[in-house]
């Protein structure tokens, strides 16, 4: 089975842009979370996804934003980049039920200018 | 506010020898604890799960402990290898939310 994949893999981007990174899930997940890595805040959770719904939020701007579509792709987008939202962004996909074990793609970084 | 607490930055052992990993964690209501290792530029690998109902629960080379009382969990990772080199995260989730809490890491590092 194939694992969590995530376009692009890199990204460079300047102050005040916006940007969209992607990820599919593994073939029969539901549910897609996304997860911000930083040094100096480590991993932190942004959202979850399950059936087209955000069904969890963490506790991050409204400039970060997300969606699911009917194949579970998700996507996340963040407007009016700031120079502290470069970061690797983790998706993280799992069947749904939540005690299920998640699984991380290899992540976006994002570098911003 | 870090509700998942990892103090040990970083960890060397010998070859062969055993790597304990240790995790504290402030709230009482994570009744679903995971490890993840994690190497640079890719995305944590799931390496084992213990559910709160349970004290200990063990895949191969891995074990992990849950003390309640202690708010305290840790990693075993017997007979260590050097392919065990990585960050080891620790994270733990309350049962309705599949939101994760994460440690900030243990970088272990398995000396040949």
């Known amino acids: 089975k194939a694992g969590v994949t995530q376009t692009p893999r890199y990204l460079i981007k300047t102050r005040g842009q916006q940007v969209t990174l992607s990820c599919s899930p593994i073939?029969?997940?539901?549910?897609v979370s996304w997860y911000q890595q930083t040094p100096g805040q480590g991993l932190q959770f942004l959202f979850e996804?399950?059936?087209?719904?955000?069904?969890n939020k963490g506790n991050f701007p409204g400039r970060f934003s997300g969606r699911q579509f009917s194949n579970s792709r998700s996507e996340m987008n963040v407007s009016t980049l700031e120079l502290g939202d470069s970061a690797l962004y983790l998706c993280?996909?799992?069947?749904?039920?939540?005690?299920?074990?998640?699984?991380f793609g290899p992540g976006t970084r994002l570098t911003v200018l | 506010d870090q509700q998942v607490k990892q103090n040990s930055p970083s960890l060397s052992v010998q070859e062969g020898r055993i790597s304990i990993l240790n995790c504290d964690y402030t709230?009482?209501?994570?009744?679903?604890f995971l490890w993840y290792k994690k190497y640079p530029a890719e995305g944590p690998t799931f390496l084992i799960s213990?559910?709160?109902?349970?004290d200990k629960n063990e895949d191969g080379r891995f074990t992990v402990f849950l003390n309640k009382s202690a708010k305290h969990l840790s990693l075993h990772i017997v007979p260590s290898q050097p392919g065990d080199s990585a960050v080891y995260f620790c994270?733990?989730?309350?049962?309705?939310?599949?939101?994760?809490?994460f440690g900030t890491g243990t970088r272990l590092t398995v000396i040949p």
């Open positions: 993280a996909s799992s069947l749904g039920h939540t005690t299920d074990t998640q699984y």
């Open positions: 213990i559910s709160s109902i349970k």
């Open positions: 994270a733990a989730s309350v049962s309705g939310a599949n939101n994760l809490f």
């Open positions: 709230n009482s209501m994570f009744d679903y």
């Open positions: 073939s029969g997940h539901r549910s």
């Open positions: 996804y399950f059936s087209e719904t955000q069904r």
